[in-house]
């Protein structure tokens, strides 16, 4: 008497000779998927530049320290309304307009910059162009003359103190 053989695709060790291979080509189909659907965070070509701007930058830093300047970001959570509430400290005046930079920890397609109108009593407003998704952000309120800056970790509906370095 013979016993009937099983077909091929039920003995256990041609699923263990196919499953490696059948796993890398997964895998690289996935990697694919990921390199063409990212950007890439490029180099700037005048870094040297940039390298001695920090200088001026520290500077900057440095007087809002000296003035005791603050200041704290609210963004709701269903809103595109941005509010920073500033603390001039010692400034004689509040500034006629302020830049905030939002700028994504890797990439660069979420940064958004922007001009916050002044509104009474040290509160300034501007308008986000998209939803902030969450992940690390560093956050820079400056004139020509200070900055302040702050990194954090987004949440939506959070606030956020800036503060010099």
């Known amino acids: 008497m013979t016993t009937p053989s099983l077909p091929w695709y039920k003995h256990k060790l041609v699923w263990m000779l196919i499953a490696p291979p059948a796993a890398a080509i997964v895998a690289g189909m996935f990697t694919i998927w990921l390199a063409v659907t990212t950007s890439d965070g490029l180099v700037v070509d005048d870094y040297y530049k940039k390298g001695k701007a920090i200088n001026r930058s520290l500077k900057r830093d440095k007087l809002a320290s000296e003035l005791g300047l603050s200041a704290q970001l609210n963004i709701e959570e269903t809103d595109d309304i941005l509010r920073v509430y500033l ?46 998704q969450e992940g690390i952000w560093h956050i820079s309120l400056a004139t020509n003359e200070w900055r302040l800056v702050s990194r954090v970790r987004w949440q939506d509906g959070m606030n956020i103190n800036l503060t010099t370095l």
């Not at 001039?88 to 302020?98: D, F, H, I, W």
């Open 87 to 132: 603390d001039k400290g010692s400034l004689p005046r509040y500034p006629e307009k302020l830049t905030l930079h939002l700028q994504h920890a890797t990439q660069s397609n979420l940064d958004q910059l922007m001009q916050l109108a002044p509104a009474p009593d040290g509160l300034y407003i501007g308008y986000l162009s998209a939803p902030i």
